[in-house]
């Protein structure tokens, strides 16, 4: 099993543009979140999925959206880059429900110029 | 919601010592995690211990849930385990953020030679 995995490693962006980090795990697993980690304040909840085609938003969700139509894939989509998102963004899995063991992937580092 | 306190924030120890980190909580959880976050920036998970002990090679961790704390002990140390270490909680008291694992502020481990 690869785990979780996250494209790209590194992106850097210019204020207004948009992208897509991918997120993909091979564990069957329902839960899937995203977090950011930034200096000084830990890692914080963007948006959650319990399952394909649902989804929610965490403690920080705004400029982000997400859905999720596999049980593998949990994209995350900036519409339109800001210089406050650059960050290290993590994606998160576990089964069935975030009681369970929580696995992360490697990260993404977002630069936004 | 959830407070989660970690110590000591800087630890460094020379290559062969033991340690022990502590991480104390404010509500009950219902699952606590340890992770180590490399010099790579990758969370690699340590223990999935909500409550009780266990043991993996020279790390071992306890918690008592009814107390509130956790402990991580380090045995051995060796340079590969310079990093940050983080505790990890999801409280079952409920929220707002279904799902959010609450970090604390992490112990940054240096382990010389």
């Known amino acids: 099993n690869a785990g979780v995995t996250q494209t790209p490693k590194f992106q850097v962006l210019k204020t207004g543009q948009s992208m897509t980090l991918q997120c993909a795990q091979d564990m069957n697993h329902e839960y899937m979140s995203w977090y950011r980690q930034d200096p000084g304040m830990g890692l914080r909840l963007i948006h959650y999925s319990v399952g394909a085609g649902i989804t929610d938003q965490g403690e920080v969700p705004n400029g982000y959206n997400v859905s999720r139509s596999t049980t593998e894939d949990f994209p995350l989509r900036l519409l339109s880059a800001a210089p406050s998102q650059t960050s290290v963004y993590f994606c998160?899995?576990?089964?069935?429900?975030?009681?369970?063991?929580?696995?992360f992937g490697p990260g993404t580092r977002l630069t936004v110029t | 919601g959830i407070q989660v306190e970690q110590s000591p924030p800087d630890l460094i120890l020379q290559e062969g010592a033991n340690s022990t980190l502590r991480c104390n909580f404010s509500?009950?959880?219902?699952?606590l995690q340890w992770f180590h976050q490399n010099p790579w920036g990758q969370l690699i998970n340590l223990f999935y211990i909500p409550s009780g002990t266990k043991q993996n090679g020279r790390l071992s961790a306890t918690t008592v849930a009814t107390e509130r704390y956790s402990l991580l002990y380090i045995s051995s140390s060796q340079t590969t385990d310079s990093g940050v270490y983080f505790c990890a909680v999801l409280s079952n008291a409920g929220g707002t953020s279904y799902g959010k694992l609450t970090f604390g502020q992490g112990t940054i481990l240096t382990v010389h030679p």
């Open positions: 509500d009950s959880v219902n699952n």
């Open positions: 998160a899995s576990s089964y069935s429900r975030p009681t369970y063991e929580q696995y």
